[in-house]
């Protein structure tokens, strides 16, 4: 009877091994983290502000980003950026650990062929007031719009991503996000 549960055991073990070896951590702001870089549409004459921070909050560690979002002079972004790489294709997506205004949010993914600053795939994300993981497929990232984005593959490839940004973008409002994780799936 012991032999029986222990093959029993084994069996559900190597089934489940592969699933939950499928996880892998961006950054937890614990044991793994990522040199984020916060900037806004600034950089190219807009003038939207950024504040960026690192807080702690009953016991959770996160980054926080807020400011101002404006569409003025051809601006409307705020963000904090990572660089980043996927070397496994077997990934399904990304799981954040997020809070915020209940405004709309972007993960934005650079790769070796959206090299124009203008030139990304970006997939939304919606935040709320409590903490919440968020689960985002790589089939909803869709390539940017506009000069020379014929030129990039409709068709987003994982394992070409450079860098990961979180963004406040598109149209005038407070931006004021917390992020807690950042992790593949």
Known sequence: MIDLIMKNFIAIFILIFPILGMTKV????????????????QVMGGVSEVKFSE????????????????????????QFRADLGIEDKAFKGFRIKTRGNGEQYYLFLRT??????????????????????????????????????????????????KNIGIVAYGKDFYADIDVAALELY
Do not use: C
Request: overall charge negative; hydrophobic content about 30%.
């Open 112 to 161: 070796s062929k959206t090299r124009l600053p203008w030139l990304y795939y970006g997939a939304t994300f919606k935040t709320s007031q409590e903490w919440q993981w968020i689960e985002i497929p790589f089939s909803s990232f869709k390539k940017s719009e506009g000069r020379l984005s014929r030129f990039v593959p409709e068709e987003f490839n994982p394992t070409n991503v």
């Open 26 to 41: 961006i950054d937890n702001l614990n044991d793994k983290r990522a040199e984020w870089v916060p900037f806004s549409d």
């Open 55 to 78: 807080k702690s909050e009953e016991g959770i560690s996160f980054y926080h980003m807020e400011g101002n979002v404006s569409t003025e002079n051809n601006g409307g972004f705020i």
